[in-house]
């Protein structure tokens, strides 16, 4: 989990280094509440992802991730752009 949380630390980085504008479009399939969870719970989370197989080569190419980690993994990236000053634009979707 700790890895994964450097890998987004490191690839929003390479994002400023391009753009200070970071986009949003996650309304487009799901909700946009995104309550405070623990990182404990988050981590159980990614562990559950993680471990259920979903890299095996499916048609469909969709998996579901648990609410917890989605929550935190997006309130720990929106962290990171906000540290580095960049713009948001948030799509809200057709909703």
Same mark, same amino acid.
């Given at each position: 989990f700790e890895d994964y949380l450097s890998a987004c630390e490191k690839r929003i980085?390479? $994002?400023f280094?391009? @753009?200070r504008i970071l986009k949003l479009s996650t309304a487009y399939? @799901? @909700?946009l509440h995104f309550p405070r969870v623990t990182r404990q719970e988050a981590?159980?989370?990614f562990h559950k992802l993680f471990h259920s197989g979903y890299y095996i080569? +499916? +048609?469909e190419r /969709? $998996?579901?991730c648990d609410p917890a980690f989605t929550s935190y993994i997006l309130r720990f990236i929106l962290g990171l752009a906000q540290e580095k000053? /960049?713009?948001v634009q948030i799509h809200?979707?057709?909703q």
């Open positions: 980085g390479q $994002f280094e391009c @753009s399939n @799901s @909700s981590e159980e989370g080569d +499916r +048609r /969709m $998996f579901c000053g /960049m713009v809200t979707g057709l």
